[in-house]
């Protein structure tokens, strides 16, 4: 294990790519959640919806790990853009083969991989959590980890979205190609996604049934339904007509998805000429 990280890290450690994404997803994470911060300060509590807001604070500590989960949860397509690159480089550069010549074993092969999208997962979810811990101080609210369990939830939706990117990157293995189905699907998803949940509420308020977020049933969509903004009067006085969100059913649907993610990944790099 500790020879493939090595190995890995050999390849990284000089990589423009990865230097030049990783500050840009760190600073993203700071500079979007201080854009957020500051038009909720200067904006959004001297206007009217102020008064309706009350003393809610999307950044205070009882509400910070959430924010800062959803917030960030956007600049995931950063690393994602990161591991296709580096996963498809390896086909195109065929340092695959060269590896499997070294004296490699094809799981050894995919296991790097995975070690390597695991460890993406664990650094994104730990600036994210950083990140938290510095907005959250300032405010006057004492320490608090109400709501940490979003930052899990981050994490869950950084490892769906790379082992997702990861079976693009062994099934098309062109890096262009990888890129435009990632968003080719990740829209057609959305806008299914979209349907879906507006039939949901159609069904709420027709029939008075309530089957959740059904747009976050899809794979991608899964894992991002986990995520919301924290629950506020303006978000509440609409809240009759919003499907139910059954957390331990999304939850249950983003694991599997990602179990089949990583399946098909290992199938497909297992069986598939080289």
């Avoid at 994404?21 to 509590?45: C, D």
């Avoid at 989960?69 to 498809?88: D, H, M, R």
């Avoid at 899809?218 to 903004?229: A, C, K, Q, R, Y």
Wanted: glycine share 6%; hydrophobic share 50%.
């Amino acid at each position: 294990m500790k020879q493939i990280l090595y190995t890995e890290w050999l390849k990284l450690k000089n990589y423009k790519a990865f230097i030049i994404l990783s500050i840009f997803f760190a600073i993203g994470v700071l500079a979007t959640n201080y854009i957020v911060y500051t038009t909720y300060q200067n904006v959004v509590v001297k206007s009217k919806a102020g008064v309706l807001l009350g003393d809610f604070n999307p950044y205070s500590f009882d509400y910070v790990w959430q924010t800062v989960s959803y917030t960030s949860g956007y600049l995931i397509l950063l690393p994602v853009l990161l591991i296709i690159i580096i996963i498809t480089n390896e086909f195109s550069f065929r340092t695959v083969r060269q590896n499997i010549i070294d004296g490699w074993q094809r799981e050894e092969f995919f296991h790097a991989k995975l070690l390597l999208v695991v460890l993406f997962a664990i650094a994104s979810t730990v600036m994210v959590f950083l990140t938290g811990l510095i907005f959250g101080f300032q405010e006057a609210k004492p320490f608090s980890m109400t709501g940490f369990s979003h930052v899990g939830y981050f994490f869950l939706k950084s490892l769906s979205y790379m082992m997702f990117a990861m079976l693009l990157s062994c099934w098309i293995r062109k890096t262009g190609f990888a890129f435009g189905i990632f968003f080719i699907y990740s829209g057609i998803e959305n806008i299914l996604a979209e349907l879906l949940d507006a039939a949901g509420m159609k069904i709420k308020t027709m029939y008075k049934v309530d089957l959740g977020g059904v747009g976050d049933y899809l794979p991608m969509n899964s894992s991002d339904g986990l995520l919301s903004f924290p629950a506020n009067p303006l978000k509440e006085m609409n809240i009759e007509n919003i499907p139910t969100q059954h957390i331990y059913v999304g939850l249950s649907f983003a694991l599997a998805y990602l179990l089949l993610f990583f399946f098909l990944s290992k199938r497909n790099l297992l069986k598939k000429d080289l």
